[in-house]
C-alpha cells in the first residue's frame, strides 16, 4: 500500500485538478495497487463467505471523484481509497466488507451500511424477534477481538416506529446503519502480512453478516 499512501497524503495537501492532472501517473499506479490488493483478498473471503466468489476489484472499488454539487466542501477529490466487496459489488447496501485506506483514517468495517427503508425494518425486525442471538455475536470471543460494538452514527433518538419503546434493547434498533468497524495503523498496512490480518478481520465478521443477511432476505 506504499504507493496508494503516498498518493493520498500529497493529493491532502493538492487537492486541485492542476495537481491531480499532472500527477495522473502516480493515481493510476496506486489505483492499480489498490485492485491488486482488493483482487487478491476477495478469493480468501470467499473461502468462509461465497457470496462473493464472483465479483472483481473493479466493481468494489469507488471513484476517486467527489460529487460536489450540493456541498460546501468544494475539493475534487476524496481523500481515499475505498472498495465494498459484496456480490455486486459498490453498488450493494451490504451485507459486505469495506476496506478504507487513508492517511491516518484507515480501517476496516463490514455489515450493513445506508440500507433502504425496508431493508431496514426487515433489520430491525430480525434484531428484534432474535436479540439474544443478536447480543451473543456482538461478544462473540472473536467478534470482540476486533470490533467494539456498532458504529454510532446517525444513530435515531427515537424508537423507531412499529417496535414498541419499552423493548429493553431499543437502543439496538436506533442504528440507521448496521456496521462496526476497526481501526487500522500505517504499520499494519504496510507490513507483509496485512492481507492475512485482514482476511481474519473480515472472518470475525461473517456472523454478523450472516445474521443481516438473513433479516435481509426475510
Known sequence: MKKVISFLEDLQLNNNRDWFQKNKMRYDEAKQEMEAFVNAVIPEIALFDDSV???TAKECLFRIFRDVRFSKDKAPYKINMGAWITRSGRKSCGPGY?????????????????????????????????????????????????????????????APRDFPKDFPDVELLKNRHFTSSHPLTEKVIQSPGFPEYVIR??????????????????
Open 98 to 158: 469495506y476496506v478504507h485506506i487513508q492517511p491516518e483514517g484507515s480501517f476496516l468495517s463490514g455489515g450493513v451500511y445506508m440500507p433502504d427503508p425496508d431493508t431496514l425494518k426487515n433489520i430491525r425486525k430480525e434484531v428484534y424477534y432474535n436479540v439474544e442471538e443478536f447480543k451473543a455475536i456482538m461478544n462473540g470471543k472473536s467478534f470482540k477481538k476486533y470490533f467494539t460494538g456498532l458504529d454510532d452514527m446517525d444513530r435515531a433518538k427515537l
Open 201 to 218: 478481520v473480515f472472518q470475525a465478521m461473517l456472523p454478523l453478516n450472516a445474521f443481516l443477511g438473513r433479516g435481509i432476505s426475510g
Open 53 to 55: 466468489r464472483f465479483v
